[in-house]
């Protein structure tokens, strides 16, 4: 699908949708009980369609391997390869888009020394063998997700386990998350805050009836939206939350101040569309958007894909290794044709930015919105938005 953008302020009151990084962390909790739990605002993306789907695979009786099918959901990829070994002794994995082609190693390192084994070959990630309690070292500066993977499967094993991190934890508030999601259904996990999570076996997660909040993640655009102009409330969001990308608070205050800007999204990577489309608009103001590496293994390689489209609206951001430099302008020229890549958040980012631009801007393949926020256009049209959709 095509939508053409004709640029223009946004106005009116807007919802997020549910938090997927939350859904996922509670129904995989839930899907661990034993008992039946309640799960209330829950939002069909297909990155939780496929949480849901492999959850039920993995509860399936059987004695062979479970097939799991993750869709392009990196997290539900990695939140589930420990969990399966835990209850299944392994499984088929399976994905698309560039979801295979995302390192595991962190894992593989793990499985060489615990004796498990693994292969991968034509896009399958087979693993087989027996989790055992005890001590299990990961980097701390690679993703997150491997970390909340074994805190949902340690408390599973028969007896009390650490992860041991070799460097700094970064993306700190997705762990807060899962801790969060574990203390709720009743599951222990101790971090000290700088390397080391223990967490006690034989535990056994209780049922619960809880909701979702609403996604700060995908609220970041509605900033972004704000600061090139539009008149928008944004509600319903927990400002306590344990969510990280709350850092899109004080980022969008930083960035209506005046002179040059450094942000570190170290834990916050995901909010580096929404933040690059409001630099590019910071007129005659620099902005660096710093550690930021992890970006390039993405849906997309979010640091090549966020210039590629910024600058052909007519923005001026200057890519490097693991940052990006951008130059405001007052508008951009828009007038053009870009590539959602398949990329929910590129997707975003370029119709937000195509509000401060001086001709129509057409996103492809702009069904990418599906894996995390399918209503984002319905959206986008309701607060005045004006789009044409085609094939």
């Known amino acids: 699908m095509n939508v053409t953008i004709t640029p223009g302020r946004l106005a009116g009151t807007i919802t997020p949708p549910p938090s997927k990084s939350q859904a996922h962390r509670l129904l995989i909790a839930a899907g661990l009980g034993a008992g039946e739990s309640h799960i209330e605002n829950l939002a069909h993306s297909q990155d939780i369609d496929a949480t849901l789907r492999c959850m039920a695979a993995l509860k399936a009786p059987g004695a062979e391997l479970p097939e799991l099918d993750c869709g392009e959901s990196g997290s539900t990829l990695r939140f589930l390869i420990p ?52 001590d299990y070292t990961l980097p701390g500066d690679v993703s997150s997700q491997f970390v909340t993977g074994l805190l949902y499967a340690l408390p599973l094993l028969g007896g009390d386990s650490r992860i041991l991190l070799t460097t700094p934890l970064e993306s700190r508030g997705y762990i807060d998350m899962t801790l969060d999601a574990l ?64 850092r899109i608070v004080p980022y969008f205050m930083k960035l209506q101040g005046k002179g040059p800007v450094d942000l570190d999204v170290s834990q916050c990577p995901d909010l580096v569309p929404p ?42 951001v200057e890519e490097f290794d693991d940052h990006l430099v951008i130059h405001g302008k007052e508008r951009l020229a828009g007038g053009v044709t870009v590539s959602g890549h398949n990329d929910h958040r590129i997707a975003m980012m370029a119709a937000i930015a195509a509000i401060r631009c001086e001709k129509p801007v057409t996103v492809t393949g702009a069904e990418c919105v599906k894996k995390s926020y399918p209503d984002f256009w319905e959206d986008y049209r309701k607060l005045g938005g004006k789009l044409v959709c085609g094939t």
Request: charged residues 20%.
């Open 83 to 134: 969990v399966a070994l835990a209850l299944r002794g392994g499984g088929r994995f399976t994905g698309h888009g560039r979801l295979m082609e995302r390192p595991q190693e962190p894992y593989f390192a793990i499985f060489r020394e615990k004796g498990i084994s693994y292969e991968q070959q034509d896009g399958t990630l087979t693993v087989e063998g027996k989790l055992t309690p005890g």
């Open 275 to 316: 933040l690059a489309a409001m630099a590019a608009l910071r007129g005659g103001e620099t902005t660096a958007i710093v550690n930021a590496a992890r970006l390039r293994i993405k849906e997309s390689d979010r640091l090549a894909t966020v210039t590629q489209v910024l600058n052909a609206l007519g923005a001026e």
């Open 183 to 246: 203390e709720q259904f009743g599951v222990q996990a101790e971090y000290d805050g700088d390397r080391i999570f223990r967490v006690p076996g034989n535990q056994a997660y209780q049922p619960r009836d809880l909701t979702i909040e609403a996604d700060w993640s995908n609220a970041a655009f509605w900033y972004a939206a704000c600061f090139l102009g539009c008149d928008l409330e944004i509600q319903g969001l927990n400002a306590c939350s344990a969510q990280g990308d709350m």
